[in-house]
């Protein structure tokens, strides 16, 4: 296993159903952005079942509000918005090792949400984690069925891209664990154990989306 540790000065990760006023960010990414990394670092479209597992842990170090000029779609009219913008992220990917190569040398520009949340690989590390007990669960997403608490949210896994504009071809309900200072929930089982982030780290695998 490997463990890409990806920065960016800034992330955003829109509601999905949000569409007018204030464009706030959702804490953590959905696996949807995760793919659209995997996607740019290969140059190919990435799906869950070209996976043998994914994990992630996102922490951010404060969120603001910035001001965006947006042109309405179909028209030459222009409008200001404000949108909610997390700083200075750390995002670490557990994938297995065929995907060091594609990391070392992306394909595309890697991006932590909008075209302007540019990010940059600054490490790739083999590791192995261990499996542990009831662990610390913290910046990252679950299934509904593990029973979390957290921020409740249907989001989406997969789009199509075959049809313009895109559409969500997987959508399902995720527990959101935001990274904070607060005591963390811990996990009742099982689950690979990041000693150094001092949390488990949830693998999803192709099996469970089918």
């Known amino acids: 296993m490997i463990r890409v540790t990806i920065k960016s000065w800034t992330a955003s990760f829109r509601y999905p159903t ?19 990394i995997l996607s740019a670092a290969k140059g190919d ?13 996102f922490k951010s170090e404060g969120k603001g509000i910035d ?21 200075n992220n750390t995002l670490y ?18 991006l932590l949400g909008r ?10 590390e083999d590791i192995k984690l261990e499996n542990r007990e009831n662990p610390p ?3 990252t997403i679950v299934p509904l069925n593990t029973g979390l608490p957290g921020i409740v949210h249907a989001l989406p ?13 997987i959508v399902k309900p995720f527990i959101l664990i935001p990274h904070s200072n607060r005591k963390p929930p811990l996990y009742k089982g ?17 099996d469970m989306f089918s």
């Open 45 to 57: 479209i990435v799906s869950m079942s070209d996976l043998e597992y994914i994990g992630f842990i």
């Open 93 to 110: 990917l557990y994938l297995s090792d065929r995907w060091d190569k594609f990391f070392r040398g992306p394909k595309y520009q890697l």
């Open 137 to 139: 669960v913290v910046g």
């Open 157 to 169: 896994v997969e789009f199509d891209y075959s049809i313009i504009p895109r559409i969500p071809k």
């Open 190 to 206: 099982f689950l690979p154990y990041d000693e150094k982030e001092k949390t488990g780290v949830f693998l999803y695998r192709p």
């Open 18 to 36: 949000f569409q007018s006023g204030v464009q706030p960010t959702l804490p953590v990414p959905p696996l949807s952005t995760i793919l659209g």
């Open 67 to 87: 001001l965006e000029k947006i042109y309405a779609l179909g028209k030459a009219e222009t409008d200001i918005i404000k949108r909610e913008i997390l700083f």
């Open 115 to 124: 075209s302007s949340d540019i990010a940059h690989v600054e490490k790739i």
